[in-house]
């Protein structure tokens, strides 16, 4: 069993900053990458940030500059560091670990920490 906790959630107004953490647990054999994903009222589901463990990160143009991510490889734990948030960054914010090689792959996602930017 793999469980995957978010935190670090709620309300901010525009321009403040917030900071997620996204813990996973339990059966990590081989952590192959961990991401955050949002997702805002009557929206898909889309990628902020992906942190491939061996290297390598993707960021959404929509949050370059903005969001910095950081881990600790010690803990399995990932952090997102967003700053100068904006209205259109409202959202469930789920943090996604996927497990294994390349060539397979388990996917675990986390139950999602609601931002919410409004003044």
């Known amino acids: 069993q793999v469980q995957v906790v978010e935190s670090g959630g709620g309300l901010v107004q525009p321009g403040g900053s917030l900071r997620l953490s996204c813990v996973a647990s339990?059966?990590?054999?081989?952590?192959?990458?961990m991401s955050w994903y949002r997702q805002a009222p009557g929206k898909q589901r889309e990628l902020v940030v992906a942190v491939i463990w061996t290297g390598g990160t993707k960021y959404a143009e929509s949050v370059k500059g903005r969001f910095n991510i950081s881990r600790d490889n010690a803990k399995n734990t990932l952090y997102l560091q967003m700053n100068s948030l904006k209205l259109e960054d409202t959202a469930v914010y789920y943090c996604n670990v996927r497990l294994g090689s390349s060539w397979s792959l388990s996917n675990y996602w986390g139950q999602g920490t609601q931002v919410t930017v409004s003044s």
């Open positions: 339990g059966s990590i054999f081989r952590i192959y990458d």
